[in-house]
């Protein structure tokens, strides 16, 4: 008997000690990775496949049970409980939510308009870790409107019999702040007074974090900056000192390589090789090859950054690009000069461009033969979206524009127009997107090789067609380009918890082959989205379809909005 009861005991203790899969029911409202990362067993992400699904010994679940029910209450779910069985070889952890607290009013005592940072409005789910943030989310947005000594009081009031939430937030901003005295600190190699020409600010200037922020990527742009430090925390009444420190790499040669895949490309390869800091004051100059399957290329490049928010590059490739019905061999170089102007850049450069069309199938379409052209280009560019990956605010505008004049260095007189601009907005469905973009070409003398007419389909066109494949096609079924062009694009894109969101986009392209559009003839294409939110980027694979037939349709995969 004694050793039955033994036995007992020993089979009780190693099942309790073997781990068994956990599963959750009844949550609703919060997401099962989320749950698993309270309990300290992260679930693997979708591509790591060789990792077992979240396990737990059966005898330490008890004592995790208050962690979820705290982590409920803290999402404000007050009456949340929490319970687990093992069933079929493996624990399930039962959920009962129950009613949420609710906001039932949102006061703001505040000189400037808070409304767009405060995430809360009656009736919405009292979420604790949201109102914490929330209080961030305002000083900052004082301290990009100039105060620097702000006082915030910031309450919550919870009754938890009537499921109800009162908010209150109370600032007391003090007296507008300005930049004060301002240091740089460099290493010999580089002239502080290149640095200090990169800060978007100066001494006297009205303070702002968002400026701070912005010094801070305009110094990073330049590739042999290791490391910055912008200290603005001391603060003399309402003058605000900065001390910035910079470091660059003690080994600026920098090697590269890497592979990918794209639906417009396929198969990419990269290698490369650059100084970072060649000779000193953060110039660079580098050689980089790329092969993908359709273009391939070798670029010699150079750039020096100048004074004043200024930066001078010189750049020499030669490439070889593979379109529908005829090949192009082309030996390029640019110089540029690029201006900052916070928030707006601009750009002039001239282009020389000596393009060979080779294996045509269509000599109306794409003659072959050698071009070239010196084309002097303009730009202009604002962007003020709050991320460069996955913008969820803000705006961009882009203006463009080429040209050059037939004569004994060039073979045409032409221009080439190209325009776009992108907005987003939060709703309450998600972030709401959209694009335009717009583009014309007029030749008045001579030609200018095929692969200057714009190409639509494809991921960053209409996304119900694959690259370069929408629009007319000449008898052997190849795109032959348009002259003009007009894309409207509309995305909402909504949150499936932390990790996930889909989208829904709608595409709209018009070509020409004059030097406008026609707008009477629209390629529609429509599509659901789905987005992996990675630590670099949202992971996206989206599929679009003609809204015409449905059997046209067309698979796209890349890393980070499109837009």
Known sequence: MKRVVALCLLFSWLFAATPLPVVFEGNRHIDDTELYEVMGIP??????????????????????????????????????????????GRIVIKIE????????????????DIGSVVPFKPGDRFDAETFVKSKEKIKRFYTDHHYCNVQLDAKAFVDIEKNEAYIVYDVVPG?????????????????????????????????????????????????????????????????????????????????TAGAGYSSDEGINLQAGVKHRNFLGNLKTVGLDARYSQIKQFVRFSAEMPLTHHNRLGAYAEARKEVFDGYDEYAVSATFTLKHLRHPHYFQESILFDRIETRNSNDPDNFPNGRILLVSPQLGWEVDRRDSFLDPTRGYRLEVNGMGSVRSGLSDATYYKLYGSGSFHKKTAL????????????????????????????????????NYRQLGPKNRYGDPIGAYSIAEATFEMRMFLGDTFRWVLFTDVTWLGQEAYPDFGKAYVGVGPGFRYMSPMGPIALDVGFDANDFGQFAFHFHIGELF
């Open 430 to 465: 998600g972030i709401a997107s959209a694009r335009l973009k717009l583009g014309s070409i007029d030749v008045m003398d001579g030609r200018i090789p095929p692969s200057y007419r714009f190409y639509a389909g494809g991921m960053n066109s209409n996304r119900a067609w």
């Open 175 to 255: 007296e507008a702040c300005v930049f004060g005295e301002i240091t740089v600190k460099t290493p010999e190699s580089v002239d502080p007074r290149i640095i200090e020409s990169l800060l978007m600010f100066r001494e006297g200037d009205p303070y702002s974090t968002e400026l701070i922020r912005r010094s801070y990527r305009e110094i990073y742009a330049n590739e042999g900056v290791e490391r910055v430090n912008i200290d603005d925390n001391d603060r003399q009444g309402n003058r605000v000192p900065v001390h910035v420190t910079v470091s660059t790499y003690e080994k600026p040669l920098h090697f």
């Open 97 to 112: 939510e129950n009613a949420p607290i609710r906001v039932a009013d949102v006061a703001t005592i505040s000189p400037l």
């Open 43 to 88: 679930k693997p992400l979708f591509f790591e496949f060789w990792k077992e699904e979240p396990r737990l010994e059966p005898d330490k679940v008890k004592a995790l049970l208050p962690s979820l029910e705290n982590y409920y209450k803290s999402r404000g779910f007050y009456h949340a409980r929490a319970n687990a069985v093992v069933q079929k």
